[in-house]
């Protein structure tokens, strides 16, 4: 079975540009994750959705940033504009709750971000 | 609402044991482990639900303390394989599948 996919894996830009991440969440999965990590931060939750529909965005650092997920194949997370500080590795992560409200996540590969 | 894991790294020679701490100041009702290698994503290790229960993962198993909330996970007879970066994950009650991460406890094994 194919995991989460994200794309793109590398993005280079400047200052200013939009920036847009996607993920593919494995079929099946109802629940998709976005975190940030770097090193100052570590992995910071940014936003979740349940079936489609945004549960928390909480974490989202303003309103450069916003997220969507049009049907349970897709999710994107974009940036706009891009600052430096944005800068970071971009995970995203889906799970089919179990046990507990939150099962085990699969992480894709994640998208890292230079903003330069 | 972060967890707090401790300690921030450690470096073991293999065959050595290690514990590694997260609490929280909320009440729980989930901790999960995870276990990221340099430049990979985080992979699962396991998940604890209830007070004082336990789980194993090879020679890695973990326990986790609902009253206290804190949960510990113990690696024992290290391998060079454990190398990595350990997060703890925690879930609270009615935040609707809300998964926060600690910052990590960096585990080095050396020959």
């Known amino acids: 079975d194919a995991g989460v996919i994200q794309s793109p894996r590398h993005e280079v830009t400047e200052m200013g540009q939009e920036v847009t991440l996607r993920c593919k969440p494995i079929?099946?999965?109802?629940?998709l994750f976005w975190y940030r990590q770097t090193m100052m931060r570590g992995l910071e939750l940014l936003i979740y959705?349940?079936?489609?529909?945004?549960?928390?965005d909480s974490g989202m650092p303003e309103d450069r940033f916003s997220a969507k997920m049009p049907n349970a194949s897709f999710s994107t997370l974009k940036i706009q504009p891009s600052e430096p500080r944005d800068s970071a590795v971009y995970f995203c992560?889906?799970?089919?709750?179990?046990?507990?409200?939150?099962?085990?996540?699969?992480f894709g590969e994640g998208s890292r971000l230079t903003v330069l | 609402q972060q967890p707090v894991q401790s300690p921030q790294a450690v470096i073991l020679r293999e065959g050595e044991d290690a514990v590694i701490n997260c609490s929280s100041s909320?009440?729980?009702?989930?901790v999960h482990w995870y276990r990221q290698k340099h430049g990979e994503a985080p992979v699962f290790l396991m998940i604890?639900?209830?007070?004082?229960e336990q789980k194993g993962h090879e020679k890695i198993s973990a326990s986790f303390n609902e009253k206290k909330q804190q949960s510990s996970l113990y690696l024992t007879a290290s391998q060079l394989s454990y190398s990595g970066t350990y997060f703890c994950?925690?879930?609270?009650?009615?935040?609707?599948?809300?998964?926060?991460f600690g910052q990590g406890t960096e585990l080095s094994v050396k020959p």
């Open positions: 959705f349940n079936n489609n529909v945004p549960i928390d």
């Open positions: 992560a889906s799970c089919r709750p179990g046990q507990s409200n939150t099962g085990e996540l699969f």
């Open positions: 079929s099946g999965h109802n629940s």
């Open positions: 909320k009440a729980l009702y989930s």
């Open positions: 604890l639900l209830k007070g004082g």
């Open positions: 994950g925690t879930e609270q009650y009615n935040q609707g599948g809300k998964l926060i």
